[in-house]
């Protein structure tokens, strides 16, 4: 019998037929496409043409094609729908694909042709597109050792090797921690909490068979119940369990893991040629430097420290009137801080849910898109690797584009956080290959029957996943490579960052946010109050994340930590870590850093692209007109269809003109007259 994976997929846009397609089939799968991404490599060095742009890039860039569409669908469904089986794949398929890839880095034959190529670079006539794919080529080989030799190309294989592992095992020990942890309520335990929150948790406990209400681990319905419960004692083991996620002892305790990956991280850079793997891992990022970094985040350290050490004051005064002595702690600090903004804004979570319908944001961030660039968005029916997915066909001018497909809702299987991934990547190399691009969240489950609200920081992360997948979609390139969002890691997030600020657009709100019941509009004083708080509370926001981003810089801008945590602590005292604070991620589930490489070094990336999507949304803000015609087109051809085609520097100054300070970032997160 045919493997489904391995065959012609006769579906709707040639999606994965998910309904033939079982987790027995990816094994064989994955090992036959891994032998035939083999044979094309070894086509390519035993040929006796002398290399070309053609026949060794363009034919490197082809070699995977196989391998990249069961991976494809593979890795979306064990990140969004994992299981054992998917479980026990992932750990099978890291070391197996590390040495693969392993394999590739030390072919000296291809890399010799590559080489050759890159000496000969000005002969060559290629386009600026082919410049930029074959000066990324050979700066992956050489990033990837194909420089050394003997010990040093043998240990750097087994240090990439344990570190696939290694990532893996964080991954699957932080879900593990996530999914079995829950906190039954009972009748006595629902103080303060409004209807919303208490039929979350109901669903939550029928997911879990918990014969009642429970509060879990997921940020949908913790961060609600840490808002709103008038019990201390359970804000306080709730927020504990939160806060201790990999940490827990026993085979799933990620800190082991966390110090071993460091190490192994240094000694990758080491063997490379840089001083530490901060220098390794931001040579090919905009900042360029560890030093950068630093500045930038400390300009803003300084601002937001002091806004949230003003607002700790203020709610420690609230927690000592309920009667409650001693300090604020960190499970107090969204309780009161949510009864200050009832206070200062006459606004509170329960009274805006009803307005922000998922189904209503989703159209929201659809009608943007169509007034920005054209796009257009038609739901259908197809198989799904889980019955929450819906699928989108993308149009413009009658013309396919895309396909989107949304997985919205939380569930045990699913990893925590919100992400944009591409099943099927643009590109024309090959034939005219349009995108499937998945948007995967963790919003809370509605009872059955019920519609999905949403606050209005879920609204905002369905903006900015929605403007990674616009990135996506609307790539127009000619190699897979450079296709999309693969550009710099501090570059990436402007899109998905600044494609939030037309969720703050008046005119959006009042078209798309309708109340649940009524369907009537947010009435305008209303809307007015909620656009009037977006910064409310920006400096525990802003602590929150750049004491994550200092603690990542500082793992791995140096000598690797014997002990993480000690290390941690010590860069959170060295920059006077308010109390009631906490990192956003403690190392234990800094899954964006120790899942994978792709973070690490790199957390700072979200701000360093703030600083970008603040200007860049002033465009529209200088000529009065969020949805100009001009400037959208200008956005599209500069910054969102150029992928990774020319240095990521290049292109904002391309849409531009300049490059922009820090200045719009702390306006815009009001933490500009900070003392």
């Known amino acids: 019998m045919t493997n489904p994976l391995l065959s012609d997929w006769d579906t709707p846009f040639e999606l994965p037929p998910f309904d033939q397609i079982s987790d027995e089939d990816f094994a064989p799968a994955v090992d036959a496409a891994l032998a035939e991404a083999r044979a094309n490599i070894d086509a390519i060095t035993a040929q006796d043409e002398a290399p070309t742009f053609a026949n060794t890039v363009e ?32 750990r099978e398929f890291a070391p ?100 919303f929150v208490i039929a979350t948790a109901k669903a939550a406990g029928q997911e879990k068979e918990a014969g009642g209400p429970v509060v879990t681990l997921s ?37 082991g893991i966390a110090a071993e990956t460091l190490q192994l991280r240094e000694t990758r850079a080491g063997l490379l040629g840089y001083d530490t ?35 700790a004051k203020v709610l420690e005064r609230m927690l000592h009137q309920d009667g409650w002595d001693g300090p604020l702690e960190p499970w107090d600090w969204r309780f009161y801080s949510e009864k200050r903004r009832k206070e200062l804004h006459d606004l509170d979570e329960a009274e805006l849910k009803p307005y922000l319908q998922l189904d209503r944001m989703i159209e929201a961030s659809f009608a943007c898109a169509n007034r920005l660039f054209g796009l257009e968005f038609q739901e259908f029916d197809a198989p799904a690797y889980h019955p ?47 995108p499937v691009v998945v948007n995967v969240c963790n919003f809370a489950k509605p009872e059955e029957g019920k519609p999905a609200l ?74 007015d109050r909620m656009l009037a708080a977006t910064t409310y509370d920006m400096g525990f926001q802003t602590v929150e994340y750049v004491a994550s981003a200092l603690v990542d810089l500082g793992f791995h801008d140096g000598p690797a930590p014997a002990d993480p945590m000690q290390k941690q602590a010590e860069i959170l005292e060295e920059i006077g870590m308010p109390h009631a604070i ?6 234990p589930h800094f899954a964006h850093v120790f899942a994978g490489d792709g973070y690490s070094s790199g957390y700072y990336s979200y701000m360093w692209s703030e600083v970008m999507d603040a200007d860049a949304f002033a465009a529209f803000e200088e000529v009065s007109d969020p949805f100009d015609a001009d400037t959208a087109k200008r956005l599209e051809e500069t910054i969102l269809s150029s992928g990774g085609s020319m240095d990521a520097a290049e292109l904002y100054t391309a849409f531009r003109g300049r490059l922009p300070g820090v200045e719009a970032l702390l306006k815009g997160r009001g933490l500009d007259n900070a003392a």
């Open 59 to 90: 034919s490197l860039e082809q070699a995977e094609d196989q391998l990249s569409r069961v991976l494809g669908v593979f890795y979306n469904v064990a990140g969004a729908d994992s299981n054992d089986a998917r479980e026990a794949l992932q």
């Open 96 to 195: 197996k694909l590390s040495a693969y890839g392993s394999e590739i880095s030390e072919n000296k034959a291809l890399f010799a042709r590559v080489e050759a190529l890159w000496q000969a670079r000005e002969t060559l006539d290629l386009t600026d597109e082919q410049q930029r794919v074959l000066m990324l080529t050979r700066r992956g080989f050489v990033r990837s050792g194909a420089q050394l030799e003997g010990a040093d190309a043998d240990r750097l294989r087994d240090v990439k090797s344990r570190l696939s592992v290694l990532g893996t095992d964080f991954t699957q020990n932080l879900l593990a921690d996530e999914r079995d942890w829950f906190m039954p309520l009972g009748s006595d335990d629902m103080a303060g909490l409004p209807e």
């Open 219 to 255: 940020r949908s319905l913790i961060v609600p119940f840490l808002q709103f419960s008038e019990r201390r004692d359970l804000r306080q083991k709730a927020y504990e369990a939160w806060a201790a996620r990999g940490a827990n002892g026993g085979k799933i305790d990620n800190r």
């Open 277 to 311: 793997f901060a220098d390794f891992k931001l040579e090919t990022e905009m900042a360029g430097t560890p030093q950068a970094v630093r500045d930038l985040l400390m300009q803003v350290w300084q601002p937001a420290k002091a806004a949230a050490e003003a607002d």
């Open 388 to 434: 929450d997915v819906r699928h989108w066909e993308v149009t413009r001018d009658g013309a396919h584009v895309a396909v989107f497909m949304g997985d919205y809702f939380a569930r045990g299987s699913k990893r925590s956080g919100a992400w944009c991934s591409a099943m099927r990547s643009q590109k024309r190399l090959g034939g005219d290959v349009r």
């Open 454 to 527: 949403l606050s209005y920081d879920d609204a905002r992360t369905l903006f900015h996943e929605f403007g990674h997948a616009l990135h996506q979609m609307l790539s127009d390139v000619t190699y897979e490579s450079i296709s999309g969002t693969s550009v710099a890691r501090d570059f990436v997030e402007l899109p998905s960052q600044l494609y939030e600020h037309w969720l703050e657009v008046p005119a959006v709100l009042a078209e798309f946010a309708t109340h649940a019941d009524t369907g009537e509009p947010m009435p305008k004083e209303l809307l």
């Open 582 to 587: 906490r990192m956003r991620h403690a190392t």
